[in-house]
Each structure stands twice: as C-alpha cells, then as structure tokens.
C-alpha cells in the first residue's frame, strides 16, 4: 500500500495567487459534493487534477487533513500553535482551496462570505469518515441550507485493492467503511483500471452492483474523469425526479454477493399512500429500528430512495433517506401512468423485502392492489 500512497503525495502543487476577500452579491444556492474512498483509492490525485486542469469551472476544494508531507500540504499552512486555522486559497484555473481538520461545515460557513466567486463545492471526506454521517449534515443545519443543497455522494474505489477493501471482516458484525461508502454513493469512480485485467475489473463491478444496484460506475486511470460526469448530480433535489423516476424502473434486486450482505432491495406497489402512515413506516424502519428480518435481527438502512403517490397530490413524491434522516419532496412530475406505482428501494443489511413489502402494503396503502 506504501506505493500507493506514494503516487497521491507526489502530485504537483497548485499554482497560488492572491485572494480577492471582498464578499461578493449573493447567488443562488450552491451544490456542494462529496467525495470519498479509502485511503489510496486516488481522492487526493482526483481533487488535484480539479485544482490544477483548466477546465473553465469555478470550484471550491475543502481538503480534509492532507496526509503527512503532501505536496499540498506544503503550500497550505493549516494549523497555527496547534489551533485550527483556514485560509482559503485561490488558484490559478479559477478554484478555491483550504484544508480542514473538522467535518468541514465551519469551512463552508467561511467559503459562503466569497459567494459569486465559485458555483460548486466538493467536501473531501477521511479515508474512514462515514459520508452518510457528512451528508446528513446538510440537512439538519437550516442556516446553511439556505446557501448549498447536497448534489451527491461520489466515492472513489482502488481498482487493485478494492474488493479486498469491500470483503473486510469487522469485529462483531459492524460494516466495514469500504461498504458503507459504495452503499450511501450516488456514483463510485473505480480509479487505477490499468493495474488489474478484465475479469478482476468485472468481478469488482459485480461487487459495488450488488451492494448498491442504483449506483453509476465510471472507470478511469490516474483519477481523470469528465467533470460533467462528477458534478450536477441532482441526487438530493427534486430536479432528480424524472431521472430518479428511470432509475427505479431498471433498477434489479441484488442477491448478498459479499460475506457481510449490504444489499439493494427493491419493491413495487400500485395505490395511493397515506403520507401520516409512510412517516410512520420510515421512522419505524430508521429511528425505532423494529422491523426484523426472519432472523428477527433488525434491518440497517444506510440508503433510501423512492418515487410515490401520495393522496391528494398529483404531483411525484420523491423520497431520499440517508441513514435516520429523510425527507419527503414533491417533484414538478405529474403522474402519467394509471394506477400509479410507487417505487422504493432500500440499500442496508439484514434487509428481507418479503417482509419490508408485506409491512408497506399492509399498513401504508390505502388501495390494496400490489404488483
């Protein structure tokens, strides 16, 4: 591992120039991203090549706790007499940059006073950091989400070493970090594709498919991605809903591929919901945790995604959920297909949709006709 870590240090160090400080008009909200992989995985020499390529888009880098005497590291003095200290850092192509040694919001809260100067925001997390935990951030500090919205979660996978990450045993059943950043991602860029043949490339596809079966995958080398591809995800907001719509009408049920079984479950229902019992599902499903698999073991969602009818709304309901938060958000769709079919699929463990399905129909559709 030592050499990989070697190839993410050795990244050249972004050009600085001096930072404008006067505080600009205010614009509209700003998408933040998040990113994240284990250490190695190639984050750091992703977040480089946005820092250093000119690429004509004005984005704001938050670096978490840059590893010891990384090139970047060397430029940017974060720490002064052992408190923390921020600068943010304008570079050459446009982008800002600063490190932090938190979960980055007091970063963001500094960053919203250049508003004008940059139109996205990509949150680095730690290589064990869960970026469920950090999302689920964004939605429970009102204040700031009157500035940013979540656009979506990418994690970065070591084509080498990445399935040995994801098949990790961890003491007394707990999930392992690998998992749990495939599981709550929204795009996973499986990075170092020239360093593993064909068959190990699929066999590890075949993994982050059947622990998340909504999860886009790009492949690249050296972390050079299409931008286009990471950013404007739309993975939170209603903007999704079309697309969300799509993605759940393909989207297939993924058997437990791995030892530690995170799996995609997916269940369609045709009817009208009521929105005071679905509440009630979902809160008794992520907050009381007292729907049981048959091995009466409680079922863990880590991600929660959903298109419904609710009654008395002709609009598309989306649902996302990330762990114990989640929200309910009216979509500009209109519900084309009679009789509409809500869509849900749940990513977590000891997942048994028999189950999850009998309990949805039984106590959240008010007509009680199933597909």
Same mark, same amino acid.
Request: hydrophobic content about 40%.
């Given at each position: ?31 933040? #991203? ?83 100067? *940059? ?25 700031? !989400? ?45 990075? $170092? ?42 993975? *939170?907001?209603?903007?999704? !809903? ?9 989207? $297939?049920? #993924? ?33 009381? $945790? ?5 091995? !009466?073991?409680?079922? #863990?969602?880590?991600?929660?995604? !959903? ?5 008395? $709304? ?31 699929? *749940? ?15 039984? #106590? ?8």
């Amino acid at each position: 591992m030592d050499g990989i870590m070697v190839e993410e240090e050795e990244d050249d160090c972004p050009e600085l120039v001096p930072i404008d400080t006067q505080p600009s008009c205010p614009a509209e909200q700003i998408p933040v #991203t998040i990113i994240t992989g284990y250490l190695g995985a190639g984050k750091t020499t992703l977040l480089n090549y946005i820092l250093t390529e000119q690429h004509s888009k004005r984005i704001a880098v938050i670096l978490n706790e840059f590893g010891e005497g990384s090139a970047l590291e060397k430029s940017l003095a974060v720490s002064q007499a052992g408190e923390l200290y921020e600068e943010w850092l304008e570079l050459r192509n446009g982008c800002l940059c600063c490190s932090v040694k938190d979960n980055g919001l007091k970063a963001i809260e500094n960053l919203m006073e250049k508003k004008g100067k *940059f139109d996205y925001i990509l949150l680095e997390t730690t290589g064990l950091a869960d970026p469920g935990a950090v999302a689920s951030m964004f939605w429970v500090d009102a204040e700031l !989400g009157s500035d940013i919205y979540l656009d979506g979660i990418v994690t970065v996978i070591d084509a080498k070493y990445g399935l040995q990450q994801l098949t990790e045993k961890k003491a007394d059943g707990l999930i392992n970090e690998a998992a749990r950043q495939v599981a709550v991602a929204d795009l996973t860029i499986i990075n $170092k594709t020239d360093l593993v043949n064909e068959e190990e490339l699929k066999h590890l596809k075949d993994s982050v498919r059947s622990i998340n079966g909504l999860v886009k995958i790009l492949e690249t080398q050296r972390s050079r991605v299409d931008l286009s591809e990471v950013l404007d995800l739309h993975s *939170f907001d209603s903007k999704d !809903g079309a697309n969300l719509a799509e993605k759940l009408e393909l989207v $297939k049920p #993924t058997a437990p591929h791995l030892d530690k079984s995170i799996l995609t479950v997916t269940f369609e229902v045709i009817g009208e919901l009521s929105e005071d019992a679905l509440n009630a599902f979902i809160q008794d499903l992520l907050w009381e $945790k007292v729907i049981c698999n048959k091995e !009466g073991r409680p079922m #863990t969602v880590i991600r929660l995604k !959903g298109m419904v009818s609710l009654a008395g $709304k002709t609009h598309q309901v989306m649902l996302q959920g990330v762990h114990e938060l989640y929200e309910l958000n009216e979509t500009p769709q209109f519900w084309e297909e009679s009789p509409q079919i809500n869509r849900l699929v *749940f990513i977590g463990k000891n997942l048994d949709k028999d189950i999850l399905q009998q309990r949805f129909v039984s #106590t959240v559709v008010l007509s009680k006709r199933q597909s």
